[in-house]
């Protein structure tokens, strides 16, 4: 099946074509900028050909008009006919307690995805917005929602719980989420293939690392533990995010800065993490090579980064009686062996040991722990797409059938 597979964000729309029975991405594009004076669109053609055009795009519907005239380009490309499109599958942030698996859009659905706006403000509208747009585009094909906070359902109420007053849970759902689900759904399964070990018995960490960043615990095969919690702000030092902070210190900034409360939020999800340590950059990129060149601030922003990571991780060992696997995923975790060595230097008391070598010469078996390691560590490259687009596909053949099929 042809499985568009869409990603709203607040002024972008990430978007994939793909084979879901192949497991083969057909095309893949971006349009930036939406709503500004000219947007950027992006679409690569069968991993060859690159095509990019600017022009206005007011809204997310306009941009799905663009994007499937260009899906359909005789040049460029993929498709003879929309018809081929078989279903979409949609990304959504945040599912609140609601959904616990992915599913078949419709208006309760979206009335459902609405409703957590509050909790996921950033996130859900655009989402949503996509949604209602390519549903106009595409109205006779299933449309399907998948869930970050999905895989993290089940996690147990003595890690979900905030040690707030219980009525605050119940009358607002304040709890820990999770978030990457569906990525660390994918690595986790992936390291089931590669290892052949069960999910019954196994105890393995994912650690999703890029701009945004958070780390998993999984207990046979489901996420007992994650560092993102109630928003993406709690947990790991991110590329614009504080990750986990002294509470009073929002008090007493708000004091001291006469901060409104946009202010804070702004602080704490766009001005902070490495950008603010660094006062240079959030990519990890430029960070290691300024470093490199004897930049003090941006080596101490990599040293917190680091540090905070190897700070969840070992409580996750903690929290899992031990651990079979770590897993490194994500922009940073697949392309920064420097980063995965200082996370996981002076564990050795752990039992998890890194070779050297094989983490800046990554290896085909993707393995980088040395051979008297009792851990052993992968990385493996995510593909939250493809897991959509499954997802997608299953229900998209459920929904078309019959009780008397």
Sequence with gaps: MKILV??????????????????????????????????IIK???????AVKKSMAIDNHAVALKVIMELLLEADNGYLHSLDEIEAVGHR??????????????????????????????LHNPPNLQGIRAAKKHLPNVPHVAVFDTAFHHSIPQHAYLYGIPNRLYRRYKIRKYGFHGT????????????????????????????NGGS????????SYDTSMGFTPLEGLVMGTRSGDIDPSILFYLIEKEELSLANVHALLNKHSGLLGLSGYAADM???LEEAEDGDRRCKEAIDVFCYRAKKYIGSYIAALNGVDAIIFTGGI?????????????????LGVKVD?????????????????????????????????????AKIAIASKQTPWA
């Design 6 to 39: 869409i990603n709203c964000g607040s002024s972008s729309i990430k978007y994939q074509l793909i084979d879901s029975d192949k497991k083969k991405t057909l095309c893949k594009g971006l349009v930036e900028r939406i709503g500004a004076v000219t947007s």
């Design 43 to 49: 679409q690569e053609f069968k991993g060859e050909k």
């Design 92 to 121: 959504v942030v945040h599912g609140g307690e609601t959904f616990k698996d992915s599913v078949l859009i419709d208006e309760d659905v979206e009335e459902a995805i609405e409703h957590a706006f509050d909790i996921a403000p």
């Design 183 to 210: 990525s660390h759904y994918y690595v986790s399964r992936q390291y089931y293939k590669l290892s052949g070990k069960p999910k019954e018995g196994s105890k393995i960490i994912t650690c999703h690392l890029g």
């Design 215 to 222: 780390i998993t615990a999984i207990k046979d095969g489901d």
């Design 285 to 287: 990129r430029d960070l």
């Design 333 to 349: 975790g697949e392309n920064a062996p420097k980063i995965r060595e200082q996370i996981l230097s002076e564990m050795e008391g």
């Design 356 to 392: 050297s070598i094989r983490n800046y010469n990554l290896p085909d078996d993707q393995k980088i722990h040395s051979e008297d390691s009792n851990t052993e560590v992968y990385v493996i490259p995510t593909n939250e797409e493809l897991v959509i687009a499954i997802d997608a």
